[in-house]
């Protein structure tokens, strides 16, 4: 089953939801609606963590050409700092610049980096909820769930609503878990199935 899919079992939304699942390599859509979702329930963007961590890489060396960055320091940045929104105050993070170590301000650029995949998430959650019946498109629409790492950026299930609030009420949530909501899904699945 897909990772979306995993994550609705766990949750027992198995009828009129949207799971968006943001890993590193891949965001996955798979809208639920009471039967195993076929191929017309489920979208997948590769615009993910990776996308964003490449973003927010061009974007740092840019700004800041003389300082040292590794891949990994920046995907530390995106994971400990990360939001979309309004900032609730100024990220600085300490980096090597010619040698020394210095506080650098990486605010805009995180945010904008984070904020990139975005656009691509709402016109594909607006897309898969729009091939529906206009009753079973207002129950999906209040019912979404972001799962994955990606969910873990501070903002993205109230910013990504209020983008989606431009064609309706929607009412977007993040997973409790969102790193192990996908296992205890896949878990409680195959406590279920019968044994043979």
Request: net charge negative; charged share 25%; proline share 5%.
């Amino acid at each position: 089953v897909s990772e979306p899919f995993a994550v609705a079992y766990g949750l027992g939304t198995l009828n009129n939801a949207m799971i968006i699942d943001i890993g590193a390599g891949t965001t996955d859509f798979c809208v639920m609606h009471g039967t195993m979702p076929g191929e017309e329930d489920q979208r997948t963007l590769n615009q993910a963590g990776d996308y964003i961590d490449e973003q927010f890489y061009r974007m740092l060396t840019e700004r800041y050409p003389h300082a040292k960055f590794s891949e990994v320091s920046v995907r530390h940045f995106k994971e400990q700092h990360g939001f979309v929104g309004a900032p609730s105050g100024r990220v600085r993070v300490r980096v090597p610049i010619e040698g020394k170590f210095t506080e650098i301000d990486i605010t805009e650029d995180l945010q904008a980096a984070c904020e990139r995949i975005l656009p691509a998430v709402t016109e594909t959650a607006i897309d898969l909820i729009s091939h529906y019946e206009p009753e079973f498109q207002e129950l999906v629409a209040r019912n979404i769930f972001v799962a994955g790492g990606g969910s873990q950026i501070r903002g993205i299930a109230e910013v990504l609503e209020q983008n989606l609030r431009e064609y309706g009420q929607y009412r977007v949530r993040t997973v409790d878990d969102p790193l192990f909501a996908g296992a205890d899904g896949a878990l409680a699945l195959a406590q279920d199935m019968p044994e043979e």
